[in-house]
C-alpha cells in the first residue's frame, strides 16, 4: 500500500505525515489492520527496539472533585461507585509506589483529583516524594495535580519530579462538549508551565467519547506540538454513574487504528496504552505493543487492571523485553534536546523542546540500537464491533490497592 510505504519511509526518518496521511491511517479497513500493525511497528522499534517502559499509578486523593468532565468517575455528581479517599499520608504512598517498582516498574505516576493544586498540596506531594526517593533514588516520578498556578511546576521540580502529566484529551473544537468547568486553554497553559519549569511534558488524550476522527487528528498533531515527551492514550471507560456511560464506540481494531496513527505522528516519542487497555484491546493487547513502548502496569486510578504477572507475561509472550532502570527512554537526538531545556529553564530561560526528556522522565546516556525491521508475527482475528449496549461485565472498579486494605496487583 503507497500510504504505508510513504508512512514508515516518514517514521524512520523521524519526519511527521500530514494531516490527510493520519486521518487515512484512521479510515484504513479490518482487512487492512495487520498490514498498518506491521508499518508503525517498523516505526516502534526503529526508535525504541523492543524494550516495553512499565508505568505505575498511586492514586494520592480519590474522587470528590468539584470538576464536570463527562468521561471522569471521580466528577462532580458522579454516582459510579468508586473509592473516595482524602491525601495518602507520604508513607502510605511509598508503600503502594514499592509494589509497583517490585514489580518492575521504572515510573511512578502520583496523581490526585481535583481541580489543582493548593500551596498546601504541592507541600504534601513533596514529602511523598522524598518517602519514595528515599527508598529508591532512581525511580523516576510523574505529577499529576490538575492545572498548575504560578511557580508550582518550579516547585515540584526542585523538589524532584521528572514529569508532569496533564492530558489535552480531545480537540479544542469539541472541548466544551466534554467539559465546562475548566478550558482546553487552561489545559495547554498547564502543560506549557510544566514544560516552561524543565518538567518533561506528558500530555495524551481519551478516545472513544464519540468524537470524529477529525478530532482525533487534531489533538494528536497538537501534542506533537507542544513538545509532549509522551504521549498516553487512553480509551473511555464508560463507567455506570457518569454522562458517557452509553459511550461503547471502539473495537479493538479502532483502537489499535488510533495507536497507529499516534505512533505515525510520534515516530521518535513515548507513547503509552494508558486507561481502558484491557476493556476495549481485549485478546488483542499484544499487537498494541508493536505501535506503543509504555504501558502501565497493574491498577488504574479507579479501575482495575489485569493482573502484573499477566501484562509481565504479555510482554514476554509477545517477544518484548521490559525497560530497565538505566536505559534511556527517547532516542538519543530527543534526549539531547530536552536536557539542553532543561538546562535553559534552570538558568532562568524559557524552555522551548522537550521537557527532560527519557520518555516522561530524566534523560541521559543512549537508547539502544535500532532493532531488526522484522514485521510482527502475531495474528489478530476479527472482534465484533460493538453494539452499543452497555458493557459494563468488562468494566472492573477499583477497590484494591493504595488507599485500601488490599494489596495491589503489581
Known sequence: MDLLDTLTAKGLRGEVPT?????????????????????????????????????????LKSGLCPEDCNYCSQRLGSKAEILKYTWLKPDQAAEAARAGVAGGAKRVCLVASGRGPTDRDIDRVTDTMAAIQEADPEVEICVCLGLLSDNQAERLKAAGADAYNHNLNTSENTYGDITTTHTYAD??????????????????????????????????????????????????????????????????????????????????TEVRIAGGREVHLRSMQPLGLHLANSIFL??????????????????????????????????????DVAAASSAASACGTAASACGSGGGCGPCGGHAHAPASEDTPASAAEDTDASDGELRSDLVKVRLRGAGTELAPNA
Open 19 to 59: 494531516r490527510e496521511e493520519a486521518l487515512a491511517v484512521l479510515a484504513t479497513t479490518d482487512d487492512e489492520l495487520l498490514d498498518v500493525v506491521a508499518a508503525a511497528g517498523k516505526v516502534r522499534r526503529r526508535w525504541f527496539g523492543r524494550r516495553v517502559k512499565l508505568n505505575y499509578l498511586v492514586n
Open 187 to 268: 489545559r495547554v497553559d498547564t502543560v506549557k508551565k510544566a514544560h516552561g519549569a524543565g518538567l518533561s511534558a506528558c500530555s495524551g488524550l481519551i478516545a472513544g467519547m464519540g468524537e470524529s476522527d477529525e478530532d482525533l487528528v487534531d489533538v494528536v498533531f497538537a501534542l506533537r506540538e507542544l513538545g509532549s515527551d509522551s504521549v498516553p492514550v487512553n480509551f473511555l471507560i464508560p463507567f455506570e454513574g457518569t454522562p458517557l456511560a452509553k459511550e461503547w464506540n471502539l473495537t479493538p481494531q479502532r483502537c489499535l487504528r488510533i495507536l497507529a496513527m499516534v505512533r505515525f505522528v510520534n515516530p521518535d
Open 298 to 335: 497493574g491498577d488504574y486510578l479507579t479501575s482495575e487492571g489485569q493482573a502484573g504477572q499477566t501484562d509481565l507475561d504479555m510482554i514476554k509472550d509477545a517477544g518484548f523485553e521490559v525497560e530497565g532502570a538505566g536505559e534511556a527512554t527517547l532516542p538519543r537526538h530527543r534526549a
